[in-house]
């Protein structure tokens, strides 16, 4: 089982920036597919990016041009930069791993708020 711990979660103004960071426990975080979901109040959890291996990442239309995906697999993590954010993009954010054929890894979950 691998353990991913969020952090860089917070309250930002609209237009602001933020950074999510994700860090997996074990030898293999190089192998897997890594992604970001994220939950607002009401709503079903919906794909926000993922990035395969070192290949170029895949993005929600609704974060494409303001959020980028990378990864360091030296450090086991991953980073979600978020620029121009929008009171729309309020919501827990998780980080997930494919370890298997599914995204079956989760981490516990980062508040992001942006306020108008």
């Known amino acids: 089982q691998v353990q991913l711990v969020e952090s860089g979660g917070g309250t930002v103004q609209a237009g602001g920036s933020l950074r999510l960071s994700c860090t997996a426990s074990?030898?293999?975080?190089?192998?897997?597919?890594m992604g970001w979901f994220r939950q607002a109040p009401g709503k079903e959890r919906e794909f926000v990016a993922q990035?395969?291996?070192?290949?170029?990442?895949d993005y929600a239309e609704s974060v494409k041009g303001r959020f980028t995906l990378s990864r360091d697999n030296a450090k086991n993590t991953v980073y979600l930069q978020m620029n121009s954010l929008k009171p729309e993009d309020t919501a827990v954010y998780f980080c997930?791993?494919?370890?298997?054929?599914?995204?079956?890894?989760w981490g516990q979950g980062t508040q992001v708020t942006v306020s108008s």
């Open positions: 997930t791993a494919r370890t298997s054929g599914s995204y079956d890894q």
């Open positions: 074990g030898r293999a975080f190089s192998r897997y597919t």
């Open positions: 990035i395969v291996w070192s290949a170029e990442p």
